[in-house]
Structures are given as C-alpha cells and as structure tokens.
C-alpha cells in the first residue's frame, strides 16, 4: 500500500492510470475454462446455459469444444494421456474414470470440495445414486461428477404395434424382439421395423451389441484372461445381430449411431430402438420428438442365455485433468452443471421436467413434478440403473469390471477394432466366423502383449 502511495506522489504514474486503479481496471482479467464434450441434446443445452453461469460468476468465461463420441475420446484420450492442457473439463465415461485416475490423470473431487467447504455444503453429495458414484470413483475416492447417468431400455411406437395388434412386454426378449420387428417392418412406407446401433466404435455399435454378447451367455474373457470371442455364444449373438439390422433396420447401419437412431424414431420412422435411457427425455419432448403421445418404454432385451448384462451402466461425467491450470474455476463450473439448481433450470428453460439430465440424483426421482413429466419411463430407467451391475454382468465368471466393456485401458482400442470387424460382417465385408477370427486375434494379443494372460 505504501508502494503505491510512493509510486503516484513520486508522479511515475500517469493521471489516466490513477482513474484506471480508482475503477479497478487493472483487475485480474476472467480466466477461461476450455471444456471438452460430446454432440448430444443435453451438452448443447448445457453450452446454451452458458451466459447463465457467466453472469453468476464474471471472473470465469467458457470456451466450448462440442464434439462427436468417437472424436471426442480420441482426442481427450490423447490430451489428457500426453499432459497437454487444452482442457479444464473433459466429459469422460465410467469407462475412463478408475482407469484415469489410477494413471494420476485427473484431480480428486474429494479434494476439490475440501478445498471449496462452501461448495461442499451446498452440492449435496449424498443425493447422488449409488451406482453412479461408485462408478466415478477409484480407491474409494470421487474423481468426477455425473452429468446425467444411463442405463439401456427399449422404446418402441405404440401406434405401430397397436395397429400390428402386438403387445410389449415389460421385460421382452430378443426373441421376441426380432418377431415384432418383423411384422412392423414397412420399408415401402420408410418404416422400418428396429433401430440399431450399427457405427463402429467401442462407445457406439459395441455398447448394444456387448449387452447381446452377455445376455446369450458370452464374454470377451474368461477368468484365465483366454479370449472367447470366436466361441458358439459370441456366434449366436452376432449372427442374430446381422440377420434383425439387414431384414428389419434402418438403412446405412454402419453409419447409424446414437444420434441417427434418434432421429429415426423421434420422426416416427421407427418400429423399436434399444439403446440408452438418456434418449426417453428427448422423445417425450415435443420441440424434437414427433411421437411424443405414442412413445413406449420397456426394459432392455434378455436372451436365451441369460439376463445378466442385458442393460448397461454408464454415465456422461464433467472430470478437471491435472494439467489445468484454473482447477478451482473448473471445479465451479462442474458443480453448477452437476447441481440440483442446475436440474432446475434446465426443466425451466425447456419447459418440462421430462428433458432434465437423468440418472444422477435420488431427488429427481422423488420431484412430484418429474413423476408427473417423465412417468412413463422414470421408473425403468431408475430401476435400469440400480440393477445394472458392473462386477457380474456375465453368465460366466470374467476377471474384469463392466457391462459393456472391459476395464482395462487396452479395451478403447480393441473395442473400437472389434467394432470395426462387427461391423464388416453387417456390411457383408467378413462373413459372421471371418469376423469372430479377426476378433478373437485381436483380444488374444491384448491378453498377451497387455500382460494379463501368463
């Protein structure tokens, strides 16, 4: 304070500075926090919302870098695995939590809030669903915060099945499944009959098609980390995949992730879609959703395997790398996206609670006025999430943790290249056994090479 005193009366300082420091012009300028995440209806609202978040809070500005799933892995993974910095938050899986966290990747939530005890107060942490947190969590400590958690279901047109004279059990098999697409299947009326996953990726064809695997008995490992992919149950479960997309599917398959099939079944287009829960907010909301009144909703398909494994446990979660430079401010930005506030207003923005982030807090399940919007669905998806269970998910006892993935950090690779070969067999490239080969080679290698088979 002398200093300054000595620096104006000594004249060093020009008139125009002085009013400069009597306005606080020389304040410290709003630090920007870069946020990585994926081309989805809920990430584009959150990125809408961001003047709300700048105007609570001046000294942070966002910068948004929206990306499609694939891209969006891809070049997280590499930025965060190198210590590059480009990002304060970067929306990552369940999938890349524990492993991240291992590798000393990320920051600890634990020791974000300790550090922000009015934040901590405020955020409710006890709200968040079990599964979800244990999920986001490494040695018994939280490494991220859930944007909105999922699990799988099955929707499907009940003006379609109605006039097929076809009921929708609460609890169908794929059996089943393939019978009702058979007789919704109206290419001729560019209706068609189910809505798959076919894009490869270890996110994309293989989050459904993994889930299949399971429940027809199969797994990519048994507990002597041997790979089992080109065995009779992987067979089974592929050959069945191939034959319900090329006789009932959309068109273009392999080109057909999430974001396609959407739109397929919200433009009324499609018969039945199994995929995530996420989706029932966006196809109960009539900005976007064409079948609003005529929408079901039922629980993910079993096989004649088994039921384990037949829903999988994910979650789209905000993580702060340890190569951010402006962690606190990051940390201020998650925990207002990850909110009950921020619940809030996204139902008042939209205008109904039934297009809120799901899956991530008790209390949204128990708001009359989610009930009241999201019903027909809330429940299943809940109840999805609950049962969903990582460390028995298969028939077979397996030396991995998840549903529709294995827990290991070679998984994102050989993932997407069995993705890849699935997808080869429904575009007619491989046939079904020249696509297990090709498969089971791959997951021979990383069973090796990864030091897990000895």
């Not at 500005?61 to 930025?79: A, F, G, S």
């Not at 990002?87 to 966290?101: K, L, N, Q, S």
């Not at 697409?181 to 209706?191: C, S």
């Not at 797994?219 to 002597?224: E, I, Q, S, V």
Request: some cysteine; proline content about 5%.
């Amino acid at each position: 304070m002398k200093s300054k005193v000595w620096i104006i009366s000594a004249g060093l300082v020009s008139s125009a500075a002085i009013a400069a420091l009597a306005t606080g012009a020389f304040a410290q300028s709003p630090v920007t926090v870069t946020i990585a995440t994926v081309n989805n209806s809920d990430m584009k609202t959150m990125e809408s919302l961001t003047n709300v978040f700048e105007a609570a809070n001046p000294s942070i500005n966002l910068k948004w870098n929206v990306l499609p799933e694939n891209e969006l892995r891809q070049k997280v993974t590499t930025d965060i695995a190198t210590g590059a910095g480009s990002y304060d938050v970067a929306t990552i899986g369940t999938y890349e939590v524990p492993i991240w966290a291992k590798n000393g990747w990320l920051n600890s939530m634990d020791a974000l809030f300790d550090r922000n005890a009015s934040i901590k107060a405020s955020y409710d942490l006890a709200d968040l669903l079990t599964p979800v947190r244990l999920g986001l969590s490494y040695n018994k400590n939280l490494y991220a915060l859930p944007f909105y958690a999922e699990s799988s279901m099955t929707f499907y047109n009940k003006a379609a099945f109605a006039a097929a004279k076809l009921t929708m059990p609460v609890k169908p098999t794929w059996t089943q499944i393939q019978t009702f697409a058979a007789k919704l299947h109206k290419p001729q009326n560019g209706f068609f009959g189910i809505c798959l996953r076919g894009l490869p990726g270890w996110g994309e064809n293989m989050a459904v098609f993994s889930t299949m695997v399971n429940t027809f008995g199969g797994r990519w490992f048994d507990t002597n980390w041997n790979a089992t992919i080109n065995s009779p149950a992987w067979n089974s479960a592929l050959t069945f995949y191939v034959n319900l997309q090329k006789k009932y599917g959309a068109p273009g398959a392999t080109g057909n992730g999430f974001t396609e099939n959407l739109t397929y079944m919200s433009q009324n287009k499609c018969g039945m879609w199994i995929d995530a829960t996420v989706a029932a907010g966006f196809l109960k909301d009539p900005r976007q959703s064409k079948i609003v009144d005529t929408v079901g909703f039922a629980n993910a398909p079993t096989g004649p395997g088994t039921p384990k494994g037949s829903n999988w446990l994910w979650s789209w979660s905000l993580a702060i790398p340890k190569s951010s430079k402006v962690s606190d401010a990051a940390f201020k930005f998650i925990t207002w996206a990850t909110s009950k506030e921020y619940i809030a207003l996204v139902a008042k923005t939209n205008g109904t609670w039934a297009s809120v982030p799901p899956g991530t807090r008790a209390s949204t399940y128990a708001n009359p006025e989610y009930k009241k919007a999201a019903g027909d669905f809330a429940g299943i998806t809940l109840d999805s999430i609950n049962r969903a269970d990582p460390t028995d998910a298969t028939k077979d006892p397996v030396p991995y943790v998840g549903v529709q993935f294995v827990g290991i950090p070679e998984f994102q690779a050989l993932g997407t290249q069995v993705g890849q070969y699935v997808a080869g067999a429904l575009a007619g490239q491989y046939s079904v056994s020249q696509a297990l080969k090709l498969g089971q080679t791959a997951a021979e290698k990383v069973a090796k090479e990864g030091g897990y088979k000895k």
